[in-house]
C-alpha cells in the first residue's frame, strides 16, 4: 500500500472484523473512500480545517507591478492630453514617469518570475482568453512607444547630443504618434490587472471582478496625476491636477460601490489586518490629497508649489496603499476556507430560491 503526506489528514480506520469472507475486501476498499461531501454540509473550517483554494506564489513584487502599471498608464493619457494643449513641461514630465514606471514594473515582474527568460516565453503565444498574455503585449506596446516618445524628449533635454545620427528625424516624425499610442495603451494597462486578480478562485478577488478595473482606473488616474504634481509648474499642472482630483472621486466611489456588490464574507478581508489598514489609509490619503491639489491650484508660489508637491505623494501614496491593500487582502482570503464556503453556500441557497434546481451546481 503506498502512501503520501496528506495521509496525515486521514480519518482513523475502524478495526477490522475478524474472519474470512468475500465482504471482508469490499469493507476495506469502503473505509479508504472519503464520503462525497457536498457544499451546505460543509462548514466554515472547511476539508478537515484545511483551506479550501491554495493562493498564488505571488510576493510583493507583484503588488508592486500593480502600482507602478498604475502610473505608467495614467501618464501616458496625461502626456497625450498635454500633447495635444501644447503643455511642453508636463508632456515631457509625463512620458517620462511613465517610461521609468513601465521600466520598473517589467523588473518587479520578472523578479516575480525568477528568470528574465520567463517574461519572453509569454511573448512567443497571444491568447486572447488570458489575462497574462493579453497584458504582457499591453505592455510590450505600451513600453515600446513610451520609449519613442520618451527618448524624443531626453534629446532636447541633452541639446540634441543623443548619438542618433540620420535617425534623429526619424524620432522626430515618429515621437508624436508614439506619444498617442502610448494613450491608447495606457487605460488597458492601467486596468487589465484588476481583471487578472478577478480571473482567479481567490475569494475576495473574484467578488470584486465586476468592478475592480474602475477601482484601478481611478487609482491610476489619482496617481499619476499625483506624480505630474510633484514635477511640474502649477502654471502647466491644470490637467494633472483635473485627473487628481477625478480620480480621487472616482476611486472613493468606486471602493464603496465595490464593496455593497460584494458578498460581505467576501469583503470582510479589506477591513481587518494589514489590508483594512492600508484601505482606510488610502482613502483619507486620497481625500487630503485631492483637497490638496483643488487649493494648491492658480498662480505660482512657494507655498502653493509646496502645497502641491505634498498632495501630489499623498495621491501617489494612496494608489500604492489601495493596490498594495487589495493584493493583502485576496491572498488574505484564501487562508481562511470560510470565505470560500459560506459565500458559495449563499449563491446555491439564492440559485435554488430563484428555481433552478436542475443544473450541474444545484442539482
Not at 40 to 62: A, C, F, I, N, T
Not at 190 to 198: D, F, I
Not at 326 to 344: K, L, N
Request: charged share 20%.
Amino acid at each position: 500500500m503506498t502512501s503520501s503526506d496528506f495521509d496525515q489528514f486521514r480519518p482513523e480506520r475502524p478495526p477490522r472484523r475478524k474472519g474470512k469472507g468475500r465482504g471482508r475486501g469490499r469493507r476495506g476498499a469502503d473505509d479508504l473512500m472519503v464520503p462525497h461531501v457536498e457544499v451546505e454540509h460543509l462548514d466554515s473550517r472547511g476539508y478537515y480545517g484545511h483551506p479550501v483554494v491554495k493562493p498564488p506564489p505571488w510576493e510583493e513584487e507583484v503588488a508592486a507591478y500593480l502600482v507602478l502599471g498604475g502610473v505608467a498608464g495614467g501618464s501616458g493619457l496625461l502626456a497625450a492630453g498635454a500633447q495635444l494643449t501644447g503643455r511642453s513641461v508636463l508632456r515631457r514630465n509625463a512620458r517620462l514617469a511613465g517610461l521609468g514606471a513601465a521600466g520598473a514594473g517589467a523588473l518587479a515582474l520578472v523578479a516575480d518570475l525568477g528568470r528574465p527568460e520567463r517574461f519572453l516565453h509569454m511573448m512567443r503565444t497571444f491568447k486572447v482568453t488570458s489575462p497574462m498574455s493579453v497584458g504582457s503585449w499591453i505592455l510590450m506596446g505600451y513600453s515600446g512607444l513610451i520609449g519613442v516618445a520618451a527618448a524624443g524628449e531626453v534629446d532636447r533635454m541633452l541639446g540634441d547630443r543623443l548619438p542618433l545620427g540620420p535617425l534623429r528625424p526619424m524620432l522626430r516624425a515618429l515621437e508624436g504618434p508614439a506619444g498617442l499610442g502610448a494613450a491608447v495603451f495606457g487605460a488597458p494597462l492601467a486596468a487589465y490587472t484588476a481583471v487578472l486578480l478577478g480571473d482567479t478562485a481567490m475569494p475576495t478577488w473574484n467578488a470584486m471582478h465586476r468592478d475592480l478595473p474602475f477601482v484601478f482606473v481611478s487609482s491610476a488616474s489619482l496617481a499619476a496625476g499625483g506624480l505630474a504634481l510633484v514635477t511640474t509648474p502649477a502654471v502647466e499642472a491644470g490637467p494633472a491636477r483635473n485627473l487628481a482630483v477625478l480620480g480621487v472621486i472616482g476611486d472613493v466611489a468606486a471602493m464603496r460601490f465595490l464593496e455593497s456588490r460584494m458578498d460581505p464574507v467576501a469583503a470582510e478581508p479589506l477591513h481587518h489586518g494589514k489590508p483594512g489598514t492600508l484601505m482606510r489609509v488610502a482613502e483619507r490619503l486620497a481625500v487630503i490629497g485631492g483637497v490638496g491639489a483643488l487649493v494648491s491650484g492658480g498662480r505660482e508660489g512657494r507655498v502653493r508649489r509646496a502645497l502641491a508637491a505634498v498632495s501630489g505623494a499623498a495621491l501617489v501614496a494612496a494608489s500604492a496603499c489601495t493596490r498594495f491593500g487589495v493584493f493583502y487582502a485576496g491572498i488574505d482570503s484564501a487562508s481562511d476556507p470560510r470565505y470560500t464556503i459560506e459565500p458559495q453556500k449563499r449563491r446555491l441557497a439564492a440559485r435554488r430560491a430563484a428555481g433552478i434546481t436542475d443544473d450541474s451546481i444545484t442539482g
